[in-house]
């Protein structure tokens, strides 16, 4: 059983990398520098859009906040890859391994568990085509990507943050635009035929295949890397603060995921777009760097 001494070391290191976590940049910097909203545009809610609220436009909308992450995650590694310094390259590369870990699962969990659920749901093969040939585009930039960094394993120092830029910049277009347009499918599945009747059991069916996938495919992503990553890549404040508690969980769940799971990997987490509260922040490669 660990002595008092050791929890009472491990307790103390928790708080003080939940102080460093909690702590805000000034967001005088993160508007007169570039933030993570671009290269790769981030994707306006169907239901802040439309303010419908059928199971497709929810669960569109639902979908929009994980790919709006990835896309805020996209963006803050290719803003900042140049830009890293010699003794935080390490950190910067479990970052961005982080990153396409999440992607990875993201798309495997997909194909897998949610798109074949929703074929079931609508009676059609053909209504993810686009998307199967939309996910085709990009892998192969994926796996430069990963590749690339899985080399500098034993060799961190050697990372060099032009040569991540070309890689990603040689499947931005293609990767920027399936995260949009999937969110547009969607949405548009409400209009067929085959959608199933408001309040009637197979909405119910639709709908919560939608809320159990939801929940489950970021948390078996990881939850001491992915989670941490797509917590503090989450802007409370988009949309007008419209989904500041979402994910919907309790507080003390959210503040145990982020500060006691995500202090496995703190050093990482400096390079998000948020704060432990959600707060966008100053990129923090780019701080100092006057015109970047």
């Known amino acids: 059983m660990p002595s008092v001494t050791t929890i009472t070391f491990v307790l103390l290191l928790i708080l003080a990398v939940s102080v460093e976590l909690l702590r805000p940049a000034p967001m005088t910097e993160a508007i007169s520098k570039p933030w ?44 900042q890859a140049p830009h890293v310094k010699d003794a935080e390259k390490a950190a910067f590369v479990g970052y961005a391994m982080t990153w396409f870990r999440f992607v990875k699962s993201h798309h495997d969990d997909e194909e897998l568990e949610l798109f074949p659920k929703v074929e079931q749901v609508l009676g059609s093969k053909e209504i993810w085509k686009e998307t199967h040939k939309e996910h085709e585009s990009f892998l ?16 961190p120092q050697a990372f060099n943050g032009k040569q991540l830029q070309n890689i990603m910049s040689a499947f931005q277009e293609p990767f920027c635009h399936h995260f949009h347009h999937e969110i547009i499918t969607i949405a548009s599945f409400a209009d067929l035929p085959s959608a199933p ?49 979402w994910p919907p969980m309790p507080a003390p769940v959210r503040w145990g995921l982020v500060n006691v799971a995500g202090s496995v ?21 780019l701080h100092g760097k006057e015109g970047a």
């Open 36 to 79: 993570a909203n671009g290269p790769c545009a981030l994707i306006t809610t169907p239901q802040f859009a439309t303010k419908k609220d059928d199971i497709f436009t929810v669960g569109a909308t639902h979908m929009a906040h994980i790919h709006n992450a990835i896309l805020r995650g996209y963006n803050s590694i290719y803003l």
């Open 140 to 155: 192969g930039g994926l796996v430069d990507f990963e590749a690339y960094l899985a080399n500098l394993s034993s060799s």
């Open 265 to 285: 990997h703190w050093g990482w987490w400096k390079f998000a777009t948020c704060d432990a509260a959600g707060r966008p922040r100053a990129l923090y490669a």
């Open 197 to 245: 009747a408001p309040k009637s059991p197979e909405s119910e069916q639709a709908a919560a295949i939608f809320k159990t996938w939801g929940k489950k495919t970021v948390t078996k992503a990881g939850t001491f890397d992915v989670v941490p990553f797509f917590l503090m890549n989450l802007d409370a404040t988009y949309e007008e603060g419209l989904w500041a508690n």
